[in-house]
């Protein structure tokens, strides 16, 4: 008997929520974002409502930008935890959950990513998993030697060579090489060692690894880019997609090309799952809920919400806030997001004051305001219709986020037969319905 097909949930939780002004609600912790206990408590609650996985996305230095002059002292993403720090803290008090976070290619050496990753894979009993990102802003670079960042092409192609030193990092071991004999004082079986010894155009390294190989096989890997390069990496390397669609014929066109390409690489189409990004305000009432989200718009600082918009489409205050969103190139450092502002805000006939308050309320993430129902159905539709195996839920704030869920989503998802009732396995991997990985398979 074949078990019905659920889908999967995953809690994104940065600072204190997707909403730009999540900081200043009157019953959010403006301090939050750095207090482990803040995240521990919604990553409890969210293991409490079988979620498969928490998520931290993350930067390598402060990227809000200071246009209009004075956003940044608006702006609450200036002070964080860094991430791994806090899964590993996170890992200790909970038991089944998934724990995913950023690192970068383009900051970071193939050999720290894989120890970190497959620490907190040990630590947490097989429940890592890295979000592999190129990172794109020249505040990053300054914090790194670099006056610029590297070009798009330039990027991918180090990231392509990380991620395939970091797989063979994480095979430096076979399952069952660490024997511990003290009677014969063997404590490896040396036939069971690989040596990566790479020798690449970016990296050289010799490993092997200094961590065994991990109860998941590896950590699993996780990947959120929508370009042709990023789709490849996606196809060739990836066990799970974040992807940003807002409407569902786009999500449908990603979901089928994604899919598609997994078979060049000897891949099935269940290897990969994709999870759109998805910013619920819920309420008992429909009128409970856009009262959510007008309250929180009410608190939009206007040199914010123009903020909110110039990492992807540049400085707009040159053009009337209450004018058309011009026709500009999207070609900047966040090239995907850009373009589908664009197209949204052309679609919408938005003016720049209305393309700020979407932006500003999800962080261009796809939002809908409604019942239980109305955010169950929207979800079941797409979730049936190729465009979802589960949704990244980005809440507007936290607690409130992770609480809507579980008191008012999740049980509607489950009268629908379209989510668990409890954790089916004891790693990520199983809990998402992925197959295990054999040595020399991944």
Known sequence: MTTARKMKLGLSMRYLGYHVAAWRHPEVPAGGALDYRYFLANAQKAEAAKFDMIFFADGLGIRAQDNPRGALARDMRNAELEPLTLLAAIAAHTSHIGLVATASTTYNEPFHVARKFASIDHISGGRA??????????????????????????????ADEFVEVVKSLWQSWEDDAFVRNKASGVFYDEDKLHVPNHVGKHFQVRGP??????PQGRPLIVQAGASEAGRALAAREADLVYSNSHNLEHAQAYYRDLKAR???QGRAPDDLLIMPGLTPFVGRTRQEAQDKFDQLQELIDPISGLASLYDA???????????PVPQIEAGGSIRSIAENLLAMAHRENLTIRQLYQRVAA????????????????????????EAA????????TLP??????????????RRRGLFRTEYEGATLRANLGLRPL?????
């Open 129 to 158: 998993g890295w979000n592999v990102v190129t990172s794109w802003s020249n505040e990053e670079a300054r914090n790194f030697g670099r006056d610029e960042h590297l070009g798009y092409e330039a990027r991918y192609e180090r």
């Open 209 to 214: 690894l200094n961590s065994a190989r991990t």
């Open 262 to 264: 997994l078979a060049a």
């Open 313 to 323: 489409l540049g400085d707009l205050s040159g053009y009337p806030v209450d004018g």
């Open 362 to 385: 999800t962080y261009t993430v796809r939002m809908v305001i409604g019942t239980p129902a109305d955010i169950a159905d929207q979800m079941e539709a797409w979730f049936r219709s």
């Open 389 to 396: 195996d589960g949704f990244n839920i980005c809440p507007a």
């Open 400 to 413: 409130h986020g992770i609480d809507d869920m579980a008191e008012l989503v999740v049980p509607e998802l």
């Open 438 to 442: 054999t040595f020399r398979q991944d």
